[in-house]
């Protein structure tokens, strides 16, 4: 196949679809550009407008099977709508190639697509130009086509095949049906989602990674800001910094600037929100905490604008998403984080050991590491992880520093007298001991209940053990008991919304299963109910539903609330983004 009738059939695609001057495509490879099949329907739409409908292909395929479902879309399209003949027809795998050189020109399926773009070049169809059509477009009173005037990136509406993924969560409890999912590919997409939502009195809701515990992830009737196509990291070695979009996970993230680390939360799978709402991670004592190290953002503020906040630009909002989270604010595209250097070098390895007690041995162990941590801080080269669940009580620790030395450093968590049940260790890079923290089942119903205590009494450790002693079949739980010092600490509460700056342990419940959804609920909350007396703050990232308007701005936010409720108020005034425990303009409740 020469090159120039190729050249020919791609000018000819580029004019069709976007204008009679915009040939940007002499350095792409025909049959890459037409494998996914996306190209291909673009084509018979343009020709005969309606002979597909939305429905009728994938406009954002992921899979070789959605290569092919759009290629036979196209090619029973020509059959029934252009009655072109089956022997100017090719075979739809030929052309979605998916080995692993698909990446690379693939000849064959060149040759075979050729004679049917040939025949359709010169076929005689009335089309107008780009220009024209939207100069004549009719005003329509169908909102979504208003969109996508302004829109370039994915429409889902509730009638498309991918409806029901774009809004899945790990948390089967969030079941809620949003009216539109939209998948932006630039900030100016989301300035654009968001001012069709306020237009049309919507309310708006965000997915970074869709792995938010929280019932709140998502509401009925909402538009759904969905950023899987926002997802890059880009490093700036000179600045020592990493900007981050909202569709990036953590795993992702930390791979990305090494040899530097960028201080991440316990979850691997999580993304921008969680950070921002202040989760806590393995590094806390070390580096301090995730949202220490944001920069700069960019923020779309209910008016629908691009604001980039840093301290000296936008401050008070820059302080305030920064322990509130932008849910109250605005919708966050992407972060700057400052990049720290790496006690060890980010892909090089590290010392760690797995301990395992019985569960009668708990006690023993909770009140030897809280004595530990009432007497000092703990050491900053070493990850403490403490869970608790039926199986037992499991310790994982991790040296930052020479492996050489950590089976040596770690012995600072021997609990005397008492023998574990099992110890292993291994020397692994960190990256891989991280991402091993990702939570990626989609398929369980979860309820978290978490909150800060100052000491671990009896009344809570006997709580904690009832936890994990007995439970409903169908599921798991765990308790997971984090003891932050350091390096947390050493920031002042007002230096961002976030208040819990004093040496305290955050205890999670969380309760993963399949079956009995309501019944693990409620056990889980009535056993985390035994200790809210004793509760002196939660995390926002886990959002206690059961707390009332008067409760929650002072379990999350503490005296930093009345600041949050005058910038809310500078800010978003209607209360447009009207998260269900968001921060209120001044003057409500």
Known sequence: MTDTVTDSIKKWIASLLFSADSVGLDTTDLSQLLKDGTVLCQVVTKLKPGALSPEDWISSPQSPNDYIFNIEAFLTCLKTHFGVSDDLLFKPQLLADYSPSGDQPNNAATAAVVPTLLHLMNEKYDVPSYAGLKRSMPQSDDPIKALRRDFFGDIITPDSREYTLSRNLLNKHVSALPRLVVR??????????VKFAKLHKWTVDAKSCGNSTTLFGLRNNSMLIDFQRMSGVFLDHKLKTATVQAGARWADILRAVSPYIAVPPHD???????ILSGSTGPLVNSHGLPL??????????ADGEIRNIREGQHSALFWAIRGAGPLSFGIVTSY???????LVPYDSKVYTCTREWYLND???????????FQATSFNRTLICDLKLSVEGCIMQNVFLGNPSEGKEEVKFFNVPDLQERTFTEKVMPFWKWYSKQAIEDKGHYITTAGGYVEALDEEI??????????????GYCEVKVEFMSGAVTEVHFTH???PFRQKLIHLLFTSRYRTNPELWKSWTRELFNKIKPMIVGMNFTYADETLTSKEYPQMYWKENYPLLQEI???????NFFNHPQGVQPLGTL
């Open 184 to 193: 932006p590919r630039t900030s100016h997409d989301v300035a654009a989602a």
């Open 268 to 274: 691997a799978g999580s993304g921008v929100g969680s």
């Open 292 to 301: 220490d190290l944001v920069i700069s953002a960019e923020i779309i503020t």
């Open 336 to 342: 700057t984080l400052e990049l720290c250097d790496m």
């Open 362 to 372: 708990a006690p023993q162990v909770l009140k030897y590491c809280h004595r530990l």
């Open 461 to 474: 450790i006997e709580s904690i053990l009832n936890t994990a002693a007995q439970h409903p079949v169908g």
């Open 496 to 498: 961002t919304a976030y």
């Open 568 to 574: 809310k108020a500078a800010s978003d005034p209607q």
